[in-house]
């Protein structure tokens, strides 16, 4: 395990991204969402996956110069078609119109197709907070989960985001993937050596499994809750709300023909839609009260649940967001631990791009 800081993981995707075709400043804005997970702790959503975007991008699926537009609107609501390009650059340019129209109408809501990974949830949703908004973000993703019952996947890990602005405690972010566990951490899980928990994973017949090695065998994860008398079908509920208001509303892929973020899988016939896609959302608080008011009674809210009764005194309770703020405050003074798995793909990226 070796360690980085967040500006030299910064510069090093950047220019990678620029060694790929993109302009500086969208360059910059791929690595700023990227590291955002490595600094928060999301190691398996950060530089981690360069290697991924590099490989779909050789294969002709990223677009590293695209031409982002609206393609339909109506005042507080839009779709974007996002011109295959990196979901890391896509997402935020969303964001920042859904903020611009809930600054004007009060929300602003954006749906987007035709677009790529898109990395950390919190990232785009947490855009909101310096307008005093309550920030939304969700999208869909590479099927890997069956639904209840079912051997086949349908649907991806689906992340949903919620940002909610505080006034003296931290905000409150929720950020979750609709699975049991991010596929990610499948991945971290293999390059550790680590045995996975029970119910993360099926296998192809749709038993459970511990082994890793099963993914690239047919092998699925879990919806959230993992087995039906866990409550799977909640999570495959909400699995299947994020993939129909990022892929049926948007005009994107859905369900087992959402592209597949690695390049060695062919994208399926028939295609019901363009890429893959997200939703973004902003609401302006002070349509609903006093932003000041609303603060205040969201720190009262931190508060109280912060204080709640623990089960053990030396287990503090946290709050949503909470674990990943003090990694990333921890990570910004001591460096960011980088697996020596990826330290060595990203030394391969650095030669093969003559970085």
Partial sequence: MQKFSKEELLKLSADLFIKMGASDVDAQQAADV???????????????RLVGYVGLWEAGR???????????EHKSTFTIDGDSGLGLVVAPRAM??????????????????????FGIAGYHAMMALPHDMIGMAMTNATPFIPPTHSKQAMLGTNPI?????????????????????????????KREGRTIPKGWMVDKNGKQSQNVDELKDGGMLTPLGSLEELSSHKGYALGSLVDVLTGVLSGANYGKWVP???????????????????????????????????????????RSFKSAERIDGDQEVYVPGEKEYLVGKEREVHGIPINDKVVDDLESLKKKFSI
């Fill in 34 to 48: 990227l590291v955002s997970a490595d600094v928060r702790g999301i190691d398996s959503h950060g530089v981690s």
């Fill in 62 to 72: 990223i677009n590293m110069t695209p031409t982002i537009k609206i393609v339909r």
């Fill in 96 to 117: 920042q119109i859904a903020i611009d129209r809930a600054t004007e109408y009060g929300s602003g809501w954006g749906a987007i197709m035709n677009s790529n990974h």
């Fill in 161 to 189: 985001a919620y940002a909610f602005p505080s006034d003296e405690e931290l905000p409150l972010v929720i950020d979750l993937a609709t699975a049991s566990v991010a596929r990610g951490k499948i991945e971290i899980a």
């Fill in 260 to 302: 597949p973020f690695v390049p060695y899988l062919p994208l399926l016939p028939d295609l019901p839609g363009k890429g893959l896609g997200h939703m973004v959302g902003a609401m302006e608080v002070e349509g609903f009260r006093p932003a000041a008011e609303f603060k205040t009674s969201m720190d009262h809210w931190i």
